[in-house]
């Protein structure tokens, strides 16, 4: 299917017409509501046509792994639902206000990093982040969650730069300490708790995250022929720091390490906490989409012929007709023993 967000947006005015669409969305539950109406109504053409696009433009085995995927879910969505791509409009730190965190550097870090987050726009209240993944990714990279101001002033910015971890003393043994991987950053935070700083950073890094990640998410985990989407609340989202935090080896069982400034977390641990919509594509091959790519291959084939074959396009007008007629016929007995 040839991603056409034209096709998506003649889709959408039909729906609304129909009032199966809203022409505006306040929250992440009628996007809930709206996804499962799909689902529960997927014999319709419109239906079905929406969720095979959804199987080929980004589930599919042969598209999946694609790193344009997640921008594709965004336009789909953003189209749908009518919300705003944070990256087709200029968003500037002074246009996003926050409660100021202890001073203007971890302010100015935490601001520049929620700025980052939001990936659609429905309306000023209700904003969206968009994840999509691999069934064997076991981690969520979150962004950027800036460790320097996450860390900053508590005596460990020696360990904040090596990748493989720097060794240092912990009580009275020397280990690797560091943020690239679950051991290391225990290390380190066992380190801030030694140095009696790890209330600190507790109270800081729930501060910066409630702010950092305050739009709901949407988890996508693409595996061919079943799509898992995972719709996770801002609170909810927030709630799970906020109850492991105290204890280390329960906070880094969530929170893994960091890759350069970003944030990598527990896949698991989130989509315990997510509302599941599964997208199960196995119906489209016995739907009236089943037609659809045969008829663009043939005609295609035709028009190809027809532009190149100067003598016989009289011949190739009379394939198409009849490639249109049969084409046709087929949708018609389709659409009589979905109504029978």
């Known amino acids: ?6 096709i998506l947006k003649l889709l959408r005015e039909i729906l609304l017409q129909k009032e199966v669409l809203k022409s505006k969305y306040t929250n992440i539950e009628e996007i809930i509501s709206a996804t499962n109406i799909l689902l529960d109504t997927k014999e319709n053409f419109n239906s079905a046509y929406l969720l095979n696009y959804l199987y080929q433009n980004i589930s599919a085995k042969e598209i999946a792994k694609r790193k344009t995927t997640a921008r594709d879910l965004e336009d ?20 996003i206000k926050i409660e100021k965190i202890e001073n203007d550097f971890i302010t100015h870090f935490t601001i520049s990093n ?22 064997n990714n076991d981690e969520i990279n979150l962004g950027s969650f800036e460790k320097t101001a996450l860390f900053y002033e508590l005596d460990v910015y020696d360990f904040l730069g090596e990748r493989k971890g720097k060794s240092g003393k912990l009580g009275s043994e020397i280990v690797k300490i560091g943020l690239g991987s679950t ?60 109850r492991n935090i105290d204890n280390i080896d329960n906070f880094i069982s969530i929170v893994n390490r960091w890759e350069g400034n970003s944030m ?11 509302v599941l919509v599964r997208l199960d594509f196995g119906f489209i091959k016995d739907s009236i989409l089943q037609y659809f790519s045969e008829f663009e291959t043939k005609t295609t084939n035709i028009l190809i012929k027809y532009i ?32 029978q």
């Open 1 to 6: 299917m040839i991603n056409n967000h034209g």
């Open 76 to 95: 789909y969505l953003s189209i749908l639902f009518n919300g705003k791509i944070t990256d087709e409009t200029k968003r500037e730190n002074k246009d």
């Open 114 to 135: 929620k700025r980052e987050k939001a990936d659609i726009v429905f309306n000023d209240d209700f904003v969206m982040s968009i994840k999509t993944l691999m069934p």
């Open 183 to 242: 051991s290391l950053l225990k290390n380190l935070l066992l380190l801030l708790q030694e140095k009696g700083k790890y209330e600190v950073f507790k109270s800081r890094f729930l501060k910066m995250a409630k702010e950092i990640f305050a739009d709901d998410m949407l988890i996508a985990i693409k595996n061919d022929v079943v799509m898992d989407l995972y719709f996770i609340k801002s609170n909810d989202f927030y709630s799970l720091f906020e």
């Open 264 to 274: 990598r977390v527990s896949r698991e641990e989130f989509l315990k906490i997510g």
């Open 308 to 339: 190149n074959d100067v003598d016989n396009k009289l011949v190739y007008q009379q394939e198409m007709c009849d490639e249109i007629e049969r084409i046709i016929s087929l949708i018609e007995e389709k659409i009589k023993s979905t109504v």
